[in-house]
């Protein structure tokens, strides 16, 4: 009896687990069948369709310089959907596509193509945008042209995953319009704009760094486009001899190279400054404070491992700004990290250092006084009104400060021609009466038209800003 329990049970878990084992190569055959990318691939038609898009000349050409216009333009009016809409009609998409299908396929004939047409399609946009803001009256720095100064982890991330949508949609025999998304997502065509503002406006530093995140954004695109052929196993290009196959390999193998080796530095790079940033912005926001102070400015510079920060304020002691110093030392990522500390005297504080001194001196005065004429109450009496005149001065001069830093930098943003603003109060007389009129001193961009009409907007937005019923805008 005993027997047959134990024989019924074995039986009971080889039926559970062949059905365990059933459905575990279910759900294998539906994960291989969901994300095998194999499946509806067309190597010929989608070869045929990136070789397509390379040529560049004709309507093409002039496709990429109106593209390339209204993407200035919407970078010079920090308009994000202008841009979208530049990108989504730019061909620059083509050629960086075709650079990483003909590496995939050893097709150096079609690698040539595209190096030729990649590089004229560059010159002529970076041209096409410095001619545009060259004549434009407005060359202050937007938001949206900040922003592809300088290239980031995120934008490497954005540029190899936009490579894989690409192609692999690419790759369909149903067609999508992912291509373009693609051209949005990396962000191919502000780059070059703002390389070309950079030259028209002398900011070398600017053209480099715009630069760099488009040549960052290319190589990603492409290299994900080889390894998606690659992975597709599309067809390598066929030559008449083995000797030109082998040429063509090492010439094909070699390029890849330059590709792979620069684009794994440059990600590495990225990595440890994106990983420094972050570590030097927990540090400031954790260890750098000190009552009275306040940060109004903070630069992180890794590649010379520097930490600039600026104060306005009471005056930060040296030894806080040494231990400070020490905590870094003390970090293990940012070892050899320098703390620049930068700090303006708040005038307020001196202010009240000030009057509390008048203050104590009237007061002992009029204690010598009232001591020597023995009329104390009366005096006890005087000195208390001059208490309160002396914390109705404090308070005035508390509300007369101007907050100028600020008020400069909003009107920069509403009022770009400005290049300059100064503030003082000016002693006026008509010879009868004297009057004291708060008084704004602007400096126009030179290239500005209607200036009249700009200094009456301006003048009314002062006024609303500065709290006063009157005040003059003088033109410098």
């Known amino acids: 009896m005993e027997k047959d329990n134990t024989t019924n049970t074995t039986s009971e878990n080889t039926d559970a687990s062949k059905e365990f084992k059933g459905i575990w190569v279910q759900f294998k055959d539906f ?51 202008v841009v979208i809409g530049a990108m989504l009609i730019s061909p620059l998409m083509g050629p960086i596509l075709g650079m990483g299908l003909s590496i995939g396929i050893n097709d ?17 946009s970076i041209l096409t945008a410095f001619i545009y803001f060259k004549i434009s009256p407005f060359q202050t720095a937007s938001s949206e042209i900040l922003a592809r100064t300088e290239p980031t982890l995120l934008d490497v991330l954005i540029a190899v995953f936009g490579g894989f949508a690409g192609i692999v949609a690419g790759s369909r025999k149903e067609k999508s319009n992912a291509i373009p998304g693609v051209a949005i997502a990396t962000a191919l065509m502000p780059p070059l704009c703002t390389a070309g503002f950079g030259l028209a406006t002398g900011n070398i530093s600017y053209f480099l760094g715009a630069l760099y995140l488009f040549l960052i954004n290319t ?14 196993r599309f067809p390598l290009a066929k030559y008449a001899t083995a000797k030109k196959r082998k040429r063509v390999n090492r010439i094909v193998a070699f390029v890849a190279i330059l590709i792979i080796a620069p684009s794994i530095i440059t990600f590495k790079n990225i990595i440890e400054k994106s990983i420094y940033e972050k570590e030097a912005g927990v540090f400031i926001d954790t260890n750098i404070i000190y009552n009275g102070a306040e940060i109004i400015k903070k630069n992180i510079d890794r590649e010379h491992k520097k930490i ?56 002992k005065d009029l204690f010598l006084q009232s001591n020597q004429s023995q009329l104390s109450n009366n005096k006890d009496t005087e000195i208390l009104l001059l208490k309160d005149k002396i914390n109705h001065l404090e308070s005035k001069n508390q509300r007369e400060i101007i907050p100028l830093l600020a008020i400069s930098k909003e009107a ?54 500065f709290r006063v019923d009157t005040l003059v805008v003088r033109e410098r």
Not at 65 to 74: E, V, W
Not at 219 to 232: E, G
Not at 339 to 363: A, H, P, R, T, Y
Request: proline share 3%; aromatic share 8%.
């Open 31 to 81: 994960l291989k069948e969901l994300l095998n990318i194999r499946i509806g691939a067309d190597p010929k038609s989608t070869i045929e369709g990136i070789k397509k898009d390379i040529p560049f000349k004709g309507h093409t050409a002039w496709i990429l310089i109106f593209s390339i216009l209204i993407a200035s333009i919407g970078l010079n009016t920090n308009s994000t959907a």
């Open 219 to 232: 190589v990603f695109i492409a290299l994900s486009t080889f390894i998606v052929v690659k992975y597709l």
């Open 108 to 124: 150096i004939d079609t690698l040539r193509r595209s190096l030729i047409n990649f590089g004229v399609m560059v010159f002529l």
């Open 308 to 363: 600039s920060i600026y104060f306005i304020g009471e005056s930060v002691p040296k030894s806080i700004i040494a231990e400070w110093q020490k905590r870094i030392t003390d970090n293990p990522r940012l070892q050899g990290t320098e703390l620049s500390i930068g700090q303006g005297e708040d005038k307020i504080s001196e202010l009240k250092s000030e009057m509390s001194k008048v203050k104590d001196g009237l007061i």
């Open 412 to 465: 920069q943003i509403n009022y770009p021609e400005i290049q300059k603003l100064s503030y003082a109060k000016v002693i006026t007389s008509n010879f009868k009466k004297i009057d004291t009129l708060p008084t704004v001193e602007v400096t126009w961009d030179k290239r500005v038209k209607n200036k009249e009409n700009k200094k009456e907007r301006l003048e009314k937005w002062l006024k609303l800003k």
